[in-house]
């Protein structure tokens, strides 16, 4: 089998509720699919995404760049075309917009293979389990008190019995209100975790956390700056709290060295931002070495699958108004029931893009300039 075409195209989608958290707002979530053709006529598609930043350039790597170098190649010798991809695209930096372009080729490499052994991507990444549980994560700190309730009541008539919301209000009492009402509503049993989103020092961190210890906190996620791996390591010995971070890091090393420091708790690699699937599952090994779980960040189709495939698998992030079913672009939506998601049965990963629908969203890279510019008046 050889490769015979890649092609992507990019999506700008609102998510289908306003997203704010403390250090962002998002408008337009980009996606960017790219579709790998073979000789054989098995046809893989992989993705990646953005939230407002890039897109272009995503798409422009990997459709002028990477596909000139697939083209005739294998596509089943993922790891081959995954190590002189990224040894291309390590020239013009080590992350970010080079992993996610990686990323979708990935992807696309890893549907073909599993298309082509008509196996589920779980079976044939060596399924460990059948179904994963799920947590209702919230982009909501701008929501009101009641607002936040409601949410998080829609997340328990869903069936989550996990829940994340935002956290880092202008005052701690803020958040502690918030954070009571959420806790007295889902009961002492159900875990509750909270996302600050880098916005604070370790002094900042401990005064605020001093705030909330009254409330029982499964993890605090990213509460300083990304790359603040000695600060995450201080503040976890500071605090009886577990860390949770991962969605801001892109290559194996950076958490080779947060694990090595000491400075995580809860590992949520992001699929798309480290490279693909390939990449994760190695990530989600370095974790196990470490005895860390993985809770990987956003991409609940795709992450169902990488994670029903590892042995330290913890739970399922599920954020409201963003993910590939609640915005009606797949075919089939991910099935989800009793607070657990399940691997899709279809050979390949199963994330089946409904071309009608997306059509409205079809951006021309050509034009986003002119369009950027007009919502920026
Ligand atoms: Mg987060």
Redesign the pocket.
Known sequence: MKIAAVASQLYQIPPTVSWEDATHRVANLEFIVTRITTDSGIVGVGFAYTTGIGGSAILALIDDYCGAMLIGRDPRQIERLWSFLHGQLHRSGTGGINTLALSAIDIALWDITAKSLGTPLHQLLGARRDSIPTYGSGIDLFLSKDELVAEVEGWLAEGHNAVKVKIGRDTAEDDLDRLLAVRKLIGPRRRLFV?A?QRWSVPECMTRLQALSVVDIGWI??PLHAEDIRGHADLRNLTRLPIALG?SLYTRHQFADYLQANAVDFVQADVCRVGGISEWMKIANLAAAFHRPMAP?YLSEISVSVMCAIDNADILECVRGGSFTEMGALKSPLRMENGHAFPFDAPGHGVDFDDDRLAPYLIDPLTLRDRNLASAK
Do not use: I, Q, T
């Open positions: 996302d989103n996620e990213e969605e960040h």
